[in-house]
T-cell receptor
C-alpha cells in the first residue's frame, strides 16, 4: 500500500516556465515532507522540506505547498532551467511502529526542461 | 567535508557469488539505510539501522544481509539467494528523528550480475 504517491511519471516544461510536481499521501501522522532531486547514476540530493504545521515554504526558485485537508503537496519551480531536468522524489517522515524514524518515498517524477 | 561514501561505484558479480557493498559516513549520524532503485520502481528500502549493533529489515530484505558494528559503517552483502540483484544501490544516513533535514545519500553503487 503506497503511502506516498507521485502519479505523474514524467513532466515536460519549456525553459523559463513554471514546473509543478505533485505528491499525494495517505498517512496523517507524517510530520515532515521533503523533496529530493536525482540525476542518473547519482544519489538523491535534498532540495526543500516543509513541516506538517506549515502550508508553504520557499527557497529561491523552489516553493513547496502543503494542503493537509487534501493530503496533497506540490513543488513549484520558477523559472524552470535545463539544469532542473532530473527525477524528483517526494518523501514523508514519520515514526514507525517500532519507534524508528523513516522516510517513505514516492516513485518519482522525471522532469524534462526543454530549452 | 562531512559526507557519505559508497564504494565501489560499479560492481560486477558472477551468479552464485556473494558481494559486499561498502557505505561509510563521517556525519556522526545515528541512523543508516540501504535502498535499491530499479527503473520505474522508485526507492525501495532493504535494511535500516537506528543505532550500532541493531538493524531492521525493510520492505525487500530477502537475499540481503547487513551489519552495524561501527557507527560510521553499514555494509550491505548481496547474497546468492537474491534472485535479481542487478540494480542501483543507495546508502543513506540521518539524524534521529529525520525531521526537516531528511537523509543524506551516497552516490550509489551499480551492481551488475554477469
Amino acid at each position: 500500500d503506497q503511502q506516498v504517491k507521485q502519479n505523474s511519471p514524467s513532466l515536460s516544461v519549456q525553459e523559463g516556465r513554471i514546473s509543478i510536481l505533485n505528491c499525494d499521501y495517505t498517512n496523517s501522522m507524517f510530520d515532515y515532507f521533503l523533496w529530493y532531486k536525482k540525476y542518473p547514476a547519482e544519489g538523491p540530493t535534498f532540495l526543500i522540506s516543509i513541516s506538517s504545521i506549515k502550508d508553504k515554504n520557499e527557497d529561491g526558485r523552489f516553493t513547496v505547498f502543503l494542503n493537509k485537508s487534501a493530503k496533497h503537496l506540490s513543488l513549484h519551480i520558477v523559472p524552470s532551467q535545463p539544469g532542473d531536468s532530473a527525477v524528483y522524489f517526494c518523501a514523508a517522515s514519520a515514526v514507525s511502529g517500532a519507534g524508528s524514524y523513516q522516510l517513505t518515498f514516492g516513485k518519482g517524477t522525471k522532469l524534462s526542461v526543454i530549452p | 567535508d562531512g559526507g557519505i561514501t559508497q564504494s565501489p561505484k560499479y560492481l560486477f558479480r558472477k551468479e552464485g557469488q556473494n558481494v559486499t557493498l561498502s557505505c561509510e559516513q563521517n556525519l556522526n549520524h545515528d541512523a543508516m539505510y540501504w535502498y535499491r532503485q530499479d527503473p520505474g520502481q522508485g526507492l525501495r528500502l532493504i535494511y535500516y539501522s537506528q543505532i550500532v549493533n541493531d538493524f531492521q529489515k525493510g520492505d525487500i530484505a530477502e537475499g540481503y544481509s547487513v551489519s552495524r558494528e561501527k557507527k560510521e559503517s553499514f555494509p550491505l552483502t548481496v547474497t546468492s539467494a537474491q534472485k535479481n540483484p542487478t540494480a542501483f544501490y543507495l546508502c543513506a544516513s540521518s539524524r534521529r528523528p529525520t525531521g526537516r533535514q531528511g537523509y543524506t545519500f551516497g552516490s550509489g553503487t551499480r551492481l551488475t550480475v554477469v
